[in-house]
């Protein structure tokens, strides 16, 4: 899921042309909408969506946004402009509803989740590039925002927008492709992870947890982090979780050790009935 944040980065630039173009033409034709969603004839009324800063301009059917519950009240009125079918969302990033468009139009987004059947296994599209470019990370995974000072993981990001847009399959289809992602550097991991906790509501688990048991699973790598030291000492829930999970983590190591010790040893055992009273060894 990620490398040392010292890790060398001299590599950085070895990627061919040709390999640069089978991603492009990959991504190219992964944005082709292919068919429409079950049940539309994608003759409903089209609106535009002014997105971002730069506002810049996305279109889409009627039908399809209303998908979504929070784009189905947004073609009712909700932050449209009157008479001209515009709906603005000044804060999303770009390239975010793009993608989300594309998981409206065709139920998912670049890189396509993929099964491969002769492994009888699921990854990512054009997941050979990465192993061709070093084990790094494609730079698809990550969003730059200006807001985190930093990229981002790409299916952290979407993850949210889903929560906020109410596509709860979009939510797991993004969790889950994240799952896949390796290569990535502890700085962008923890950088995400404070995204995920900042962008999800006090209730949301899924996201959350999948942080804090990355971060226990992989401690070892993580606590010779100088990304984690700082990110400790400015603080936050994120870290008040993980000691949370930390704990439980030892308490099940704890009963586990128990329980191996009464099954696996059992002169213990006899030794402890032995110095029971009377009355409870002839029980």
Not at 9 to 22: E, H, L, P
Not at 91 to 116: A, W
Request: glycine share 6%; proline share 4%.
């Amino acid at each position: 899921m990620f490398k040392r944040s010292f890790a060398s980065r001299d590599r950085a630039g070895k990627a061919t042309r040709s390999k640069r173009s089978q991603r492009e033409h990959a991504k190219l034709r992964s944005q082709k909408i292919e068919s429409p969603p079950v049940g539309s004839t994608l003759t409903s009324a089209i609106f535009t969506i002014v997105c971002g800063q730069e506002q810049r301009l996305f279109a889409a059917h009627e039908d399809v946004l209303s998908i979504s519950p929070f784009f189905a009240a947004a073609c009712k009125g909700q932050f449209l402009e009157a008479h001209t079918k515009r709906i603005y969302l000044p804060d999303e990033e770009p390239q975010v509803l793009s993608d989300v468009l594309s998981y409206l139009y065709r139920g998912d987004y670049y890189p396509r989740l993929l099964h491969n059947k002769r492994r009888n296994s699921w990854e990512l599209e054009d997941a050979h590039l990465q192993s061709e470019n070093g084990g790094r990370a494609a730079e698809d995974s990550t969003i730059h925002l200006n807001s985190m000072g930093g990229p981002v993981l790409k299916d952290t990001v979407i993850y949210c927008a889903a929560d906020k847009y109410g596509l709860e399959e979009l939510k797991r289809l993004a969790l889950r492709k994240q799952g896949l992602q390796s290569g990535i550097e502890v700085a962008t991991i923890l950088r995400s992870a404070r995204y995920a906790y900042e962008n999800t509501p006090e209730g949301e688990y899924r996201l959350r947890a999948h942080y804090l048991a990355l971060i226990i699973r992989c401690r070892k790598t993580f606590k010779r982090s100088g990304t984690m030291q700082m990110e400790m000492e400015i603080g936050g829930k994120l870290f008040f979780d993980l000691f949370v999970a930390l704990c439980g983590h030892l308490d099940d190591l704890v009963d586990a050790t128990q329980v191996h010790s009464f099954v696996f040893d059992p002169i213990v055992s006899l030794l402890d009935v032995s110095h029971c009273s009377p009355s409870l060894q002839e029980q």
